[in-house]
């Protein structure tokens, strides 16, 4: 399937952005959809996942602060991140794995098939 992330921006400490990420499949519902971020000189992270059943999994360091959810009538994920902090900064990147390939393992990159092509999110302090 085909992602388009858009949502990034400048945004103050303390703020709030919302990501989206549309797909292309039909069968999109089917999908376990992440976001990951990769900032400057370091390695791409896991920050969010939602599965078919929009069951949600969070890294510790936004849990609480941001939210994914799905609308599969829209083939559309979103990521609202509220509370943003400078370490935030990154370019963030969704990812979706068909569940009839899917391992199990939703904070792996290497378990995500698709990728989109990333929106950078730049938290000022």
């Known amino acids: 399937v085909q992602l388009q992330a858009s949502g990034g921006g400048l945004v103050q400490a303390g703020g709030s952005l919302r990501l989206s990420c549309a797909g292309s499949t039909h069968t999109f519902s089917s999908y376990i959809m992440g976001w990951f971020r990769q900032a400057q000189g370091k390695e791409r992270e896991f920050v969010a996942a939602?599965?078919?059943?929009?069951?949600?999994y969070y890294a510790d360091s936004v849990k609480g602060r941001f939210t994914i959810s799905r609308e599969n009538a829209k083939n559309t994920v979103y990521l609202q991140m509220n509370s943003l902090k400078p370490e935030d900064t990154a370019v963030y990147y969704c990812?979706?794995?068909?569940?009839?390939?899917?391992?199990?393992?939703?904070?792996?990159?290497?378990?995500?098939?698709?990728w989109g092509q990333g929106t950078l999110v730049t938290v000022s302090s």
């Open positions: 990812a979706g794995v068909p569940l009839w390939i899917y391992t199990g393992h939703y904070d792996d990159p290497k378990d995500y098939r698709d």
């Open positions: 939602i599965n078919w059943s929009s069951s949600t």
